[in-house]
Structures are given as C-alpha cells and as structure tokens.
C-alpha cells in the first residue's frame, strides 16, 4: 500500500464516520482556550476542565490575569503539570497580549509564539481551532498515531507536522487534527493500544506489521 493509498483509507474513514470532531477543553472565547492550552501541556483535559471554571471566573480576560501575582494565581492550577512555570507563563503571557496585540489572541503563528508558554504546538491548535487556519497540531497523540499507522516516519514534532500538511488536503487539515488525537486517546492508547475493533486495521502499518509476525 503507498502513503497515498493510506491517507485516503484513514482520512476517508474519519470523514465519513466522524463528521464532527472537536477539542475536548471547554473555553468560551479564544483567551479561554489560549489559557487552557497553555495548561493541558503534559496534563489531560480532563483536569484543565476541572481547573478552569473557577480560573476563568476570577480571571475572565487579558487585563485581570496580567495584574495578578504569582501568589493569587498559583492556587487555581496547583493541580496541574508543572504549575510554578504555567503560572508565570499565564501572567507574562496575558502581559504580552496586553502589551504587544492590544489584549487580542493573535492569528499568525510567529506572533502566538511569540507569547510566553505557547510553542509550536499551542500556536497550531489556536490557529486552527479559532482561526480555522489549515495546520496540523502534533502533540504526544498525533505523533503516536501518525508513526503507528504508517503516515509518517518523522521523529520530531515538526517532521510529523510537514508529512500530514503534506498530503492531508487543505479543508480536512484542522479536523484531521482532533480525529488523531482522539483516536490516540480513546484507541491506540499508548501503552495498550486497542487493535481488537479498531476500524483503521485494515490500513495500519503497525497493525499488518504484527501479524505478518506472528
């Protein structure tokens, strides 16, 4: 099977059978999700859903964020990964927007990472959930799934990045993001992936690897 045939099994599939897909973080605006973004580095959504309604009802924008210290908002995301540099990066980064966007989450890559805490990854999610911008955001689950079935061999984040751009069609490209994220969650699970009832089998390269071994 060439990659070309595999992307259009795989993404042929998640089309017709998951039509809709989205992130799972709940935020109501795009300083909501920036915030909860910059969070869920290392750290399920499920525990940002838990951190977030009382963060964002006492920091509910750009200005109230900037102005707290880092004893105020230490408290509210003590829970999550990492929480001493997630603190000091929600307050310069609210300072930043403030400062150099006018309080506006920005659109362009570059300018979101420029913003303390966000990288590569954080920049693409912003960009294609609020600004259905044609990128792909690899995390820790996309990377998985992507090497697993056969639709990169990257070894980084950015390489896995440039093989999916590559050969994902521009309008799929934002949802194809969540459809491998959420089948690295729910399915091909890191340590016991779900082969048993998966639909993707017939066109995972992992998958026909193992069993012409045995």
């Known amino acids: 099977m060439t990659r070309k045939e595999r992307y259009d099994r795989i993404i042929g599939w998640f089309a017709e059978n998951v039509p809709v897909a989205e992130t799972e973080l709940h935020y109501g605006n795009s300083f909501q999700l920036l915030v909860a973004v910059i969070l869920s580095a290392q750290c399920t959504d499920r ?44 307050i310069a980064m609210a300072q930043k927007l403030l400062s150099d966007f006018g ?26 959930v609020v600004y259905d911008k044609p990128v792909i955001a690899v995390d820790t689950h996309v990377m998985r799934v992507s090497r697993r079935l056969g639709l990169s061999d990257g070894k980084t984040p950015e390489a896995v990045e440039r093989d999916l751009e590559r050969h994902i069609p521009v309008e799929k490209r934002a949802i194809s993001h969540h459809w491998l994220i959420l089948h690295g969650r729910y399915t091909c699970t890191a340590r016991a992936p779900k082969c048993t009832g998966c639909p993707l089998t017939d066109w995972c390269r992992e998958y026909t690897l193992k069993n012409i071994q045995l």
Do not use: C, Q, W
Not at 64 to 73: H, I, Q, R
Not at 107 to 114: E, K, Q, T, V
Not at 119 to 128: L, M, Q, W, Y
């Open 103 to 128: 309080g506006e989450v920005p659109s362009d890559i570059d300018a979101l990472m420029s913003l303390p805490g966000v990288g590569r990854k954080t920049a693409n999610v912003i960009a294609s």
């Open 47 to 90: 525990r940002v859903n838990i951190v977030t309604p009382p963060l964002f009802e006492a920091y509910p924008d750009p200005e109230t964020l900037a102005a707290a210290s880092f004893d105020e908002l230490y408290p509210y995301v003590r829970s999550v990964s990492y929480p001493n540099s997630k603190t000091r990066h929600l």
